[in-house]
């Protein structure tokens, strides 16, 4: 018998740092202008993953030159504190953008402090005024992580249009807003979009139809081989921290994905580490970029 063969690996690293490139020649342009990009980034609380992915985001910035202002709150701070400083925020000219971390502790309502950040500063695309934009096909910021998945489609050779996409998750930040995106007309979009969750049934008989697979659930390794059809492409967003006696640390990050067993199966799929994660950041940058644009009323 033949040997399995191994999906295409869609590589967020290679992709990511093509992108991070082209965001640093904006910056380089700009700052020879004399225009200096600034991205304040809000982190409430202590929890380990969110810790690392502002530490990331933060680390890029200083890497591009885009200026980052770092808000490190405590766990028990107030909403009013956090509305305060997001209202400082707007009013601060050297900030173009403002990324506040979800999620936030239980006490704070998230939505509200979304809404208090200025749309145009709205580099996430989160407040109601953008996620309407993107429904309408007019967007100002495509959330981050949906926009890095797109992009990763796109430039590995895998448009969308005319596909089948499968989306499991219907998350404010992931789930909802690729589906916004990739049924939207035009380049980057034209898919057939089926959303998939908890409640759904028969998932295994949808996911078996999809050209493109979004997994943005948050279960470690769900999506087995038998869920899927051969050659189809797969975009793994989880990003899980699953206990493993074998490494050092005790435990290693998986996605949302049975890479493993799916990666003999499909045509392309994205790795954990190393994948969708790395795209969210680059993706990041580019808006902060886009923002500065949009307040100058600059050709984007
Ligand atoms: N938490 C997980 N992903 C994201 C993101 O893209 N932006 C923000 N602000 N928080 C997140």
Redesign the pocket.
């Known amino acids: 018998m033949a040997p399995a063969k191994s999906a295409a690996l869609i590589s967020g690293k290679e992709l990511s740092e093509a992108i991070v490139r082209e965001v640093g020649e904006e910056v380089a342009s700009l700052k020879s202008k004399d225009i200096h990009p600034g991205l304040a980034v809000v982190l409430v609380g202590s929890d380990p993953a969110s810790q690392v ?1 502002v530490r990331n985001k933060r680390r890029t910035c200083d890497a591009l030159g885009i200026r980052s202002f770092a808000f490190d709150l405590p766990e028990n701070c107030t909403e009013k504190r956090l509305l305060t400083l997001v209202t400082k925020l707007n009013a601060d000219p050297a900030v173009n953008g403002i ?4 999620p936030l502790p239980k006490h704070i309502n998230e939505q509200k402090v979304l809404n208090a950040i200025d749309p145009i500063k709205d580099v ?1 695309g989160f407040h109601p005024m953008n996620v309407g934009k993107l429904l309408n096909g007019e967007p100002s910021f495509v ?3 949906p926009a890095g998945c797109q992009e990763m489609l796109m430039r590995s050779g895998n448009d969308p249009a005319g596909k089948h996409v499968v989306v499991l998750g219907r998350s404010n ?1 992931v789930g909802k807003p690729i589906a916004a995106l990739l049924m939207q007309k035009g380049k980057g979009g034209d898919a057939t979009v089926t959303v998939c969750h908890s409640r759904t049934q028969n998932l295994e008989a949808i996911t078996k139809q999809a050209d493109i697979l979004i997994a943005a659930i948050g279960i470690p390794l769900f999506v087995k081989a038998n869920m899927v059809k051969s050659g189809v492409v797969v975009i793994d967003v989880g990003i899980n921290r699953i206990p493993d006696a074998s490494k050092a640390s005790g435990t290693r990050l998986v996605g949302d994905v049975d890479f493993d067993t799916v990666s003999k199966k499909a045509k392309a799929i994205t790795p954990v580490p190393g994948g969708v994660g790395l795209m ?1 950041i680059a993706m990041l940058m580019k808006n902060t970029v886009r923002a500065v644009k949009l307040q100058r009323r600059m050709k984007l």
């Open positions: 992915y990324l506040v971390q979800v996430d959330p981050c992580t930040i969210t």
